[in-house]
Each structure stands twice: as structure tokens, then as C-alpha cells.
């Protein structure tokens, strides 16, 4: 079963998508997510430039070995380019593996080891009010699991505030937008937000929030310590994680479970904190982590040390790397949690797709595959636009993570 075709679309129904294609002698094809918000074209080039060229006439059925290949053939490792092009390439070849056996994908992965997939939506408000209220329609959509960002009083766009959409979009055409930033305004008013919120909802509804790297440890211990009454399911991304120990000293002063690792790459990025227990969530996922195969190796050790899965999935993730992200959640003993934001009804006609959403949870379907297609036609009538994401500055000007 050789590879015969190998191509690369890029599209922008409603925002930019870089998809792989690979197609089999025998006519079977396969597809992967290799979208890199913000440097979409780097990815692109990555894998026609290549990737692509080397791929021709080599068996699709060796998907571990085309990892391998991929990633100590290049002799320069890891990196969001290099293992965003790998990801799309693996799960290609996972996708063709399926459909040539006729099943869906999660039985190849061991099959389920649910009924479905828990997921959490994005509720965001200008004011807590507004989140309430967006928390309301969540929770009326049938959502167990919610994620609440609300913009901080005095801040001008504050992280995360959607403006009532099922979907944040933050990439923007032309240049960066500015955001302002103010850590301890932020940590004065999470905790006022977070208490209404539960005076409003009750225990129930699982709650996260997002930091989006914006603390030091100590302030991010201050957060997680004031946020404990209100038991949120996770704080996401409370500092940056370049610097794996730095969560020791979060880990010393709270209990609120934390969650790291959309922005990982390998397995590498996160052995750490995982053989050290210093989070209770790895949100690495398919597009940005090397694929389906390498995906499961951080499972795997995950598993080892009782930390859960939490797969990123913001509307910049394609389709084709949802799906694939739920037949692995599907699959694993330690799966915690899936994001889901919607995409747009464009992103949604160009990828037409089996999964469904039903009382606060997603299946990813029993298509042979992964259950998602690209309608190609459709998509050249959304060409590539550049766009960027946002920067983040101190009222003083200092340029801080965004
Ligand atoms: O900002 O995917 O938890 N979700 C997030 C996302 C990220 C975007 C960046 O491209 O933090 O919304
Ligand atoms: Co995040």
C-alpha cells in the first residue's frame, strides 16, 4: 500500500486551516491536521518543501516507522513547525490504516473505553453578569463543563472574551492586536467572578478557567489558593511552562487541580511535571504533538502518575484534528476532559465530519477513519489570510506573555 499522492490545502473558512492529504495507490486517502494559529504558512512549506517529497512510494501501513523517520531523519528536534507537520503525516497514515480495515479509528487505539467524551465550552462575558448569563446558555446547550473567562474591569481586551459567540476567535488580519494587561487586577477580580458564579450555578457544573501563562508561580499559588471554595474542575496555564520546576511552588500552597500543555510539542516538554505529579491535566493534543502515535506515549506516561487527559481544542484546531483528538479520548483509560469550541457553519461545510455533540458530550462516530472529510472545491473558494494572534503589553508597556 504505497503512497502514491501527497498534497496540501490550505483554506480559511472563516479562519486559516493547513491540511495534509495523502492518498494510497489504491485510492484510499487519508487526512491531517497541520494548522499552527499564526504561522500557518511555515507548516505548509515544512511538508511540501520537505516532508512531501520523501513520503512518495513509502508504505502507508508503517506508521511508527514514518514517525521515526520524520523525527530523527530530520536531525533537528521537536518544535511546533516540525511536530505540527509530523502530526498531520501520522495522522494521515492512522486515518488510511482504518479506512483500510473498515473501522473507525478508536478500535485500533483499543477500542473504547467509554460511552463518549466529555467536553467543556467557552463561556465568556464584558462583565460577571454577562458570564452568568453566557454560563445559563451553556448549561440550557446541555454542557456539564464550562470554562468562564470574563473581561477584568479597567483592562481593554482582556483573553478569552468571545462577545457572546459559541466560538472565540482571537487570530486577527493585517498585524497583532494589543491587548493590556494588569496582574493584580486580574487576581483581585477572579475570585469575585468565580463566587458569584457558584452562588449562581451551585456544586454541580464543573467550572475551569484559563490563565493563558500570564503569572508568576507565586501569583498563580495566590490564585489557586483564593479560587479553592469554589472548586473549579482546573486552572489552566497558570505560568509559563518552558521551566517545568516552576510548578513545584504552585503545587506547595494549593489544591485546585491544574492543567498545562496546549502548547507542547513532545513528550519532552511535560515529563516532568508529570513524573512529579506538579498537574492533575496534560493538554497536549494531536495537531501540536507529534500526531496520534506520539500523543499516546504522553498518555501512557500520564497514566503512570494518575494525570488525565485534557486535549486543547479551540476553533483553531481543525475538524480533522477534532476528530482524531475524540477517537483518542474515546480510547484511553485516562482520558479527563476534551475541549470543544464550535467552528463556524464555513469551517463546518468545508469538513464535513461524523462527530456529534449530544447533553454536554461528543462521539467521534463509526465512519471507517476518522470520520471527517475535506470537501476540496469548497474550500478554494476560501483562500489563505494572513493573520495574527494577539500581543500582550503591562500598562506600562512591557511586552508580557499573551
Ligand atoms: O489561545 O488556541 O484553551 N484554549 C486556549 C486557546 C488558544 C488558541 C491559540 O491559538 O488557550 O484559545
Ligand atoms: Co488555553
Known amino acids: 500500500m504505497k503512497i502514491a499522492d501527497a498534497k496540501v490545502i490550505v483554506c480559511s473558512p472563516g479562519r486559516n486551516f493547513v491540511t495534509l492529504k495523502l492518498v494510497t495507490e489504491d485510492g484510499l486517502y487519508g487526512l491531517g491536521d497541520a494548522t499552527l494559529n499564526g504561522r500557518e504558512l511555515a507548516v505548509a512549506s515544512y511538508l511540501n518543501d520537505?516532508?512531501?517529497?520523501?513520503?512518495?512510494?513509502?508504505?502507508?501501513?508503517?506508521?511508527?516507522?514514518?514517525?521515526?523517520?520524520?523525527?530523527?531523519?530530520?536531525?533537528?528536534?521537536?518544535?511546533?513547525?516540525?511536530?505540527?507537520?509530523?502530526?498531520?503525516?501520522?495522522?494521515?497514515?492512522?486515518?488510511?490504516?482504518?479506512?483500510?480495515?473498515?473501522?473507525?479509528?478508536?478500535?485500533?487505539?483499543?477500542?473504547?473505553?467509554?460511552?463518549?467524551?466529555?467536553?467543556?465550552?467557552?463561556?465568556?462575558?464584558?462583565?460577571?453578569?454577562?458570564?452568568?448569563?453566557?454560563?445559563?446558555?451553556?448549561?440550557?446547550?446541555?454542557?456539564?463543563?464550562?470554562?468562564?473567562?470574563?473581561?477584568?474591569?479597567?483592562?481593554?481586551?482582556?483573553?478569552?472574551?468571545?462577545?457572546?459567540?459559541?466560538?472565540?476567535?482571537?487570530?486577527?488580519?493585517?498585524?497583532?492586536?494589543?491587548?493590556?494587561?494588569?496582574?493584580e487586577r486580574y487576581l483581585e477580580f477572579v475570585p469575585r467572578l468565580f463566587a458569584r458564579l457558584r452562588q449562581e450555578f451551585g456544586p454541580d457544573p464543573h467550572l475551569l478557567h484559563d490563565v493563558h501563562h500570564r503569572l508568576t508561580p507565586i501569583e498563580a499559588a495566590r490564585l489557586g489558593k483564593s479560587l479553592e471554595p469554589y472548586h473549579l474542575f482546573w486552572l489552566e496555564d497558570p505560568t509559563p511552562a518552558e521551566v517545568q520546576a516552576r510548578f513545584r511552588l504552585i503545587r506547595q500552597h494549593t489544591t485546585t487541580p491544574l492543567a498545562v500543555g496546549?502548547?507542547?510539542?513532545?513528550?519532552?516538554?511535560?515529563?516532568?511535571?508529570?513524573?512529579?505529579?506538579?498537574?492533575?491535566?496534560?493538554?497536549?493534543?494531536?495537531?501540536?504533538?507529534?500526531?496520534?502515535?506520539?500523543?499516546?506515549?504522553?498518555?501512557?506516561?500520564?497514566?503512570?502518575?494518575?494525570?488525565?487527559?485534557?486535549?486543547?481544542?479551540?476553533?483553531?484546531?481543525?475538524?480533522?484534528?477534532?476528530?482524531?483528538?475524540?477517537?483518542?479520548?474515546?480510547?484511553?483509560?485516562?482520558?479527563?476532559?476534551?475541549?470543544?469550541?464550535?467552528?463556524s457553519s464555513d469551517t463546518d461545510r468545508v469538513f464535513p465530519h461524523q462527530y456529534r455533540f449530544e447533553a454536554g458530550a461528543l462521539h467521534p462516530g463509526n465512519a471507517p477513519g476518522l470520520g471527517v472529510d475535506i470537501d476540496e472545491t469548497l474550500a478554494a473558494q476560501f483562500p489563505y489570510q494572513r493573520a495574527y494572534l494577539p500581543v500582550n503589553r503591562l500598562q506600562d508597556g512591557t511586552v508580557h506573555s499573551w
Open 50 to 183: 520537505h516532508v512531501l517529497p520523501t513520503l512518495i512510494g513509502a508504505d502507508a501501513r508503517r506508521i511508527e516507522d514514518t514517525w521515526q523517520l520524520l523525527y530523527q531523519g530530520a536531525y533537528w528536534r521537536r518544535g511546533p513547525v516540525t511536530m505540527a507537520a509530523i502530526a498531520a503525516v501520522d495522522t494521515a497514515l492512522w486515518d488510511i490504516k482504518a479506512k483500510s480495515l473498515h473501522v473507525p479509528l478508536y478500535q485500533l487505539l483499543g477500542g473504547a473505553s467509554r460511552e463518549h467524551v466529555l467536553v467543556y465550552g467557552h463561556a465568556s462575558g464584558d462583565g460577571i453578569e454577562d458570564a452568568v448569563k453566557a454560563v445559563a446558555d451553556y448549561l440550557a446547550l446541555g454542557y456539564r463543563a464550562i470554562r468562564v473567562q470574563c473581561a477584568v474591569p479597567g483592562l481593554p481586551g482582556t483573553y478569552g472574551v468571545g462577545g457572546g459567540k459559541l466560538f472565540y476567535e482571537p487570530a486577527a488580519r493585517h498585524a497583532p492586536p494589543v491587548n493590556i494587561w494588569s496582574s
Open 262 to 343: 496546549e502548547v507542547f510539542n513532545t513528550i519532552y516538554d511535560c515529563h516532568q511535571l508529570l513524573e512529579e505529579r506538579l498537574v492533575d491535566y496534560i493538554r497536549a493534543t494531536v495537531v501540536h504533538a507529534g500526531g496520534i502515535s506520539h500523543l499516546r506515549k504522553i498518555a501512557a506516561l500520564a497514566e503512570l502518575h494518575q494525570v488525565r487527559t485534557g486535549c486543547h481544542g479551540a476553533t483553531d484546531l481543525s475538524p480533522v484534528c477534532m476528530a482524531a483528538a475524540l477517537h483518542f479520548d474515546l480510547s484511553v483509560h485516562n482520558f479527563g476532559i476534551q475541549e470543544y469550541m464550535r467552528h
